[in-house]
């Protein structure tokens, strides 16, 4: 924070940046923190109000589809797996701008990924979904 030299510095020519500065970016970071909080909620509740319609011997496919239809533009996937990490369903992904169909992953386990149980769990405690640290998709 200062020129090199070739004694000990006892003061910090920069201090005073520093001192102005470190606290707007913690507060920039606490509101971009309480935003992804809200979006959170608000995604849960959706999810919730529209997982409520599901029957249970409806298609979940077919089901995914409608969720797909009702939850865009935010998302690019929707699969549903057992606790266990196999999947259930087809994948259901945006391509070209419509909502496809692709079953090959289903069955498929999940669960040795680093972020599936971590993910499970914190569902389960919490009874929402949270925002996990961005993924780069294929």
């Given at each position: 924070?200062?020129e090199a030299?070739?004694?000990?510095?006892?003061?910090?020519?920069g201090?005073?940046v520093?001192?102005?500065?470190?606290?707007?970016f913690?507060?920039y970071?606490?509101e971009q923190?309480?935003?992804?909080f809200?979006?959170?909620?608000?995604w849960?509740?959706?999810?919730?109000e529209?997982c409520?319609?599901?029957?249970s011997?409806?298609d979940?496919?077919?089901?995914?589809?409608m969720?797909?239809r009702?939850?865009e533009p935010?998302?690019i996937r929707?699969?549903?797996?057992?606790a266990?990490g196999?999947q259930q369903s087809?994948?259901?992904?945006?391509k070209?701008g419509?909502?496809?169909l692709y079953?090959?992953?289903?069955g498929y386990?999940?669960s040795?990924?680093?972020?599936?149980?971590?993910?499970?769990?914190?569902?389960e405690r919490r009874?929402?979904g949270?925002?996990?640290?961005?993924?780069?998709?294929?």
């Open positions: 924070l200062g030299a070739p004694e000990w510095v006892m003061t910090c020519p201090m005073e520093l001192i102005h500065e470190v606290p707007m913690y507060k970071d606490r923190m309480n935003r992804l809200q979006l959170e909620q608000d849960t509740v959706r999810f919730n529209y409520q319609s599901l029957k011997e409806q979940l496919d077919q089901w995914l589809l969720l797909a009702k939850m935010e998302f929707f699969y549903i797996t057992d266990n196999f087809s994948n259901v992904s945006k070209s419509e909502w496809k079953s090959f992953y289903k386990n999940w040795f990924r680093p972020y599936f149980i971590r993910t499970t769990v914190a569902m009874h929402s949270y925002l996990s640290e961005r993924y780069v998709d294929f």
